[in-house]
């Protein structure tokens, strides 16, 4: 393995899903900094090593600390966001005040449903630090086991994917970089709102056959946008594309699917009360991308229309 790697990593976002990369990444590393908004998770991280509100099971490398401190993170080496869609523009802005120059690499699954655009293109028009794209089946509780796993990486600029992989893959975790963050976005983000399909179809009782259907459809309409935007179709054979689709769609650890169940019970978004589905948000986005792309996208649509109006 390349003896190189990254002195200081920072990961913006001390949920489950951050905490576990930097665990992750911590194998790598000489320090991998927590940024966090909650004293508590700060406090809980540096005395105990657990991320008692995230991960309580998992006791976390002594090279790893939280911070609520923002400008700790000015000498990072590369940055992480790993934090709900809703606030990657609230971090960009804090990376542009504090002028932070690494690489920032996007964890973050969703779209920018406002701007009608991939979130790479809201964070580019913030910053002017290299973005890359990350993605790929990656369940948290399974990462901070240290199980294996794989993800894909994209970038405008491929030399930087290359020195990723350099640094901080270990033998558990596999980073393979790949030319289209277009198509790795897209995914990212619809199969979240696909999820949410299954998640419906799983509580109607309308069978296995059905729900492979629904994903086919579904990953039919995410491959027809990506070539719309000018992404490739082939993304959709790699990790970030068909293995997260199967991953998100088909396990019942999928916040996702279970808010999708909750929909078919005639539930709504306002009283659920489980974790964050990013696919109902992500979801609001459908009409307006199947415009501005001039496709159809019929199995999203429905979809949307059950997040919005109920099934």
């Not at 804090?94 to 690494?102: A, E, N, P």
């Not at 020195?163 to 983000?189: C, H």
Request: net charge negative; proline share 3%; aromatic share 8%.
């Amino acid at each position: 393995m390349n003896s190189r790697r990254y002195e200081k990593v920072v990961v913006v976002g001390a949920g489950a899903y951050g905490t576990a990369i930097a665990q992750c990444f911590g194998i790598r590393s000489k320090e991998v900094l927590l940024i966090s908004d909650s004293p508590s998770i700060e406090e809980s991280i540096n005395n105990t090593r657990i991320n008692v509100e995230a991960l309580p099971g998992a006791v976390l490398s002594d090279n790893i600390s939280c911070t609520t401190d923002f400008s700790r993170s000015i000498d990072a080496n590369i940055m992480f966001i790993a934090v709900p869609v809703s606030v990657v523009e609230v971090i960009c802005h804090q990376i542009k005040w504090h002028r932070i120059q690494s690489p920032v690499v996007l964890c973050s699954k969703g779209l920018d449903v406002a701007g009608v655009r991939l979130m790479s293109d809201l964070v580019e028009e913030i910053i002017d630090n290299d973005v890359v794209v990350f993605s790929g089946p990656s369940f948290a509780h399974e990462v901070v086991r240290g199980l294996p796993f794989g993800v894909n990486i994209a970038s405008k600029n491929r030399a930087l994917s290359d020195e990723i992989v350099a640094r901080l893959s270990n033998p558990n975790f596999t980073i393979k970089p790949i030319d289209d963050y277009i198509g790795l976005q897209i995914a990212g983000a619809f199969k979240n709102i696909l999820a949410i399909g299954c998640g419906i179809y799983s509580g109607l009782k309308f069978g296995n056959n059905a729900t492979a259907k629904l994903i086919v459809d579904g990953i039919q309409e995410m491959v027809a946008l990506t070539v719309a935007m000018g992404g490739k179709k082939d993304t959709f054979l790699e990790l970030g594309g068909i293995g997260d689709t199967i991953l998100t769609c088909t396990s019942m650890q999928s916040r996702n699917v279970l808010f999708g169940e909750h929909l078919s019970q005639g539930g709504t978004l306002q009283n659920w009360n489980g974790s964050l589905a990013e696919g109902a948000v992500s979801a609001q986005a459908v009409p307006l991308f199947e415009e501005k792309y001039q496709i159809s996208m019929n199995a999203f649509h429905w979809i949307y229309t059950n997040v919005t109006l109920g099934v």
